[in-house]
């Protein structure tokens, strides 16, 4: 009787249909789950970047950095909160892994 054998370990007995080759490349495949918390520290240093950056050029346009900052932060407040949100989406999607 021929089992399965796949990224969460070993199942019993394999389907019609997916033969145990296919189980044991699926077994093969390294993919590195993005943690919550990662995903997070990632947010946090791309918004402070973009605040600085979205500071400096509003700073540019209006010569004023009081408005720079106002900006920047509106942004960095809505960036911030759409990157995590499309990071921890886009760590539930298979799509366009390599299997090793």
């Known amino acids: 009787m021929a089992y399965s054998v796949t990224k969460e370990g070993l199942h019993g007995p394999v389907l019609p249909g997916y033969p145990a080759r296919e189980a044991e490349q699926e077994a093969k495949l390294q993919i590195s789950e993005e943690t919550a918390r990662r995903a997070f520290a990632k947010a ?5 970047s973009g605040f600085v950056v979205m ?3 509003t700073w540019a346009i209006t010569g004023s950095l009081a408005e720079g ?9 809505a960036g911030f909160v759409s990157y ?13 892994l390599r299997r090793t």
């Open 84 to 96: 995590y949100l499309h990071e921890r989406a886009w760590a539930r999607v298979r799509w366009g």
């Open 69 to 77: 900052g106002a900006v920047a932060a509106g942004g960095a407040a």
């Open 55 to 57: 500071t400096a050029l």
């Open 44 to 48: 946090t240093t791309w918004q402070i």
